[in-house]
């Protein structure tokens, strides 16, 4: 079920909620099988930040 969703940016995937106005960011680790979410934003702020690794920037 984790792997329904698409690659978004690198290693990470977005699950867009159909009822309400927020993405999940996560990844999947195969080798633990886990999964780690890594954000909760509003879509409709900027979503600058929103990967792990793009927060060096902000």
């Known amino acids: 079920m ?3 969703y ?3 940016y690198k290693t990470y995937r ?3 909620l159909k009822r309400y106005p927020y ?3 996560y990844e999947v680790h ?3 099988k886990s999964v780690s979410i ?3 934003y509003h879509r409709k702020r900027n979503p600058k930040g ?3 690794d ?3 920037r902000l």
């Open 38 to 40: 890594t954000n909760v």
């Open 30 to 32: 195969e080798s633990s």
């Open 54 to 56: 793009e927060t060096d």
């Open 50 to 52: 929103r990967y792990a």
């Open 2 to 4: 984790p792997d329904s």
């Open 14 to 16: 977005d699950i867009y």
């Open 6 to 8: 698409r690659t978004t």
């Open 23 to 25: 993405t999940i960011v």
